[in-house]
């Protein structure tokens, strides 16, 4: 299985990140896949100093040496680790492009009503960046069990539009041996729509368009973050 090749798992040592790590594990078994794990430092920019102020003394060589440590202690076999300075969206992005990454996985990070709006940052600029799919979830620790995903809805708009869509959905189903449900967003409130047929579908994972294919996936991509809020399970965007 080739779909995927080269998954990019950045690490935050937050508690999401630790209950996506055993999906990322079943996912690069499934197709196969080498994975790298990126952990970004982020220095406020507070640190450096403002035009009244002075700069506060930062041992970045310590800081970096220290999140390296900490990467190295991340349970995951055969996996690479980085570690890079700057914006946290940004590194990802770049780094993915770079070394072609196939697919980024990773948590979003909002929490009860209000998530739509706290996981909006970091995710939402690696959604509007990367040149690849994206996998997410805004809630891992609830996500299906790490291989039993046994039902995937494929959301589509115009046919001729979705046909890179639908056989890498197919691919990602076959990896899994699980169902292929394909919907059509149709009008009205997408994100809903999606949720009410991924329920009817007791879906454990939601394809919709996004990353590569925005061009010509318009009205998807521009509902992605909707999806994700509330999609029940995770989500995969291409």
């Known amino acids: 299985m080739k779909t995927f090749r080269h ?3 950045p690490v935050d040592f937050s508690d999401r990140s ?3 790590r055993s999906q990322v594990m079943s996912w690069a078994q499934r197709f196969q896949a080498h994975v790298t794990l990126i952990h970004t430092i982020q220095i406020p920019l507070s640190a450096y100093g403002g035009p009244d102020g002075y700069p506060i003394i930062v041992d970045v060589p310590a ?28 590194e990802v992005s770049q780094f993915a492009e770079k070394h072609g990454v196939d697919l980024i ?12 709006v706290l996981m909006g940052s ?13 996998w997410t979830s805004a809630h891992p620790e609830d996500a299906a069990a790490p291989g039993d995903i046994r039902n995937v809805l494929c959301c589509i708009e115009a046919e001729k539009e979705s046909a890179e869509m639908v056989r890498t959905a197919e691919d990602v189903a076959q ?7 394909l919907f059509h967003s149709g009008e009205g409130h997408i994100s809903q729509a999606v949720r009410a047929a991924a329920l009817e579908h007791k879906a454990d994972l939601v394809i919709t368009g996004a990353g590569k294919l925005h061009k010509a996936l318009g009205r998807l991509r521009s509902n992605t973050m909707a999806i994700i809020h509330d999609s029940p399970c995770s989500v995969l965007s291409l």
């Open 122 to 134: 970091v995710a939402s600029k690696i959604l509007h960046d990367a040149h690849c799919p994206v």
């Open 105 to 116: 996985m990773m948590a979003t990070h909002g929490y009860g009503k209000f998530r739509g």
């Open 175 to 181: 990896a899994f041996g699980a169902e292929l449900h």
């Open 18 to 20: 630790e209950a996506a």
């Open 7 to 9: 998954i990019l798992f």
């Open 63 to 90: 800081i970096e040496a220290a999140a390296k440590e900490r990467l190295d202690r991340v349970e995951f076999p055969g996996a690479d680790r980085v570690v890079t300075m700057g914006d946290p969206a940004y």
